[in-house]
């Protein structure tokens, strides 16, 4: 059974596309996340989810929008695609809101901008 | 602020030799401290982490780190390295004013048969 699993795996698109990947955890966990992994692997966090509440917004641009329509599931919609937004989008979840929370990531989402 | 560092991008071990990978942290507080490998074109898995008590935490995989406060360093060790064990690995620490989790660059282990 996959823990954190996320929709889709690859992602080809256009600069000035919307696109939406989607995420859902069947661990029971209250929190979720989405990070972006760039090319040089560095990895940051951009938003965190608690039980439908956003607790996390890091400084992304608001073509960026998270959406949890429940606990259980965590979306992310980026408009106006560009360039430098190719990256893997990894999804994870925890059990607590806490940095003390042991993290669990999907596969991750590939997503190339042409 | 919080930071880890992760000072080699690549470590190269013969398989059976015990393999480390180095991490060194800096926080304000008590460290709360993780580590998690990245095999290619998969997502991140928990290893192990340490919270408080012992300084030798074992983990996944026959992999235990040695948290050291002296020298803050939270050291990835394994006392006999598999080709299987190749993969990209990443040291990370709870940033206490945000709750986030900071994430070093990572280091690629390379295990040659």
């Known amino acids: 059974d996959t823990a954190v699993s996320q929709t889709p795996k690859y992602l080809v698109t256009q600069m000035g596309n919307d696109k939406s990947i989607k995420c859902e955890q069947n661990l029971g966990h209250d929190t979720m996340y989405w990070y972006k992994q760039d090319s040089k692997k560095f990895l940051k966090i951009m938003f965190s989810?608690?039980?439908?509440?956003?607790?996390i917004n890091e400084t992304v641009p608001n073509r960026f929008s998270p959406k949890s329509p429940d606990k259980a599931h965590l979306n992310l919609h980026i408009n106006s695609l560009e360039l430098g937004d190719s990256a893997v989008y990894f999804c994870?979840?925890?059990?607590?809101?806490?940095?003390?929370?042991?993290?669990?990531f999907g596969p991750g989402t590939r997503l190339t901008v042409l | 602020a919080q930071s880890v560092a992760q000072p080699e991008d690549q470590v190269n071990v013969a398989e059976g030799n015990p393999l480390t990978v180095k991490c060194t942290y800096s926080?304000?507080?008590?460290?709360?401290l993780f580590w998690y490998v990245q095999y290619p074109n998969r997502g991140l898995q928990f290893l192990l982490k340490y919270i408080t008590g012992d300084n030798l935490v074992k983990g996944s995989y026959g992999f235990e780190a040695e948290f050291n406060k002296s020298q803050t360093s939270f050291h990835l060790k394994k006392p006999s390295a598999l080709v299987s064990d190749s993969a990209l690995y990443f040291c990370a620490v709870r940033d206490a004013g945000t709750d986030k989790l900071i994430f070093g660059t990572g280091t690629r282990l390379q295990v040659f048969p």
């Open positions: 989810y608690n039980n439908k509440e956003l607790i």
């Open positions: 926080v304000s507080g008590n460290p709360y």
């Open positions: 994870a979840s925890s059990q607590g809101r806490t940095g003390t929370d042991t993290q669990y």
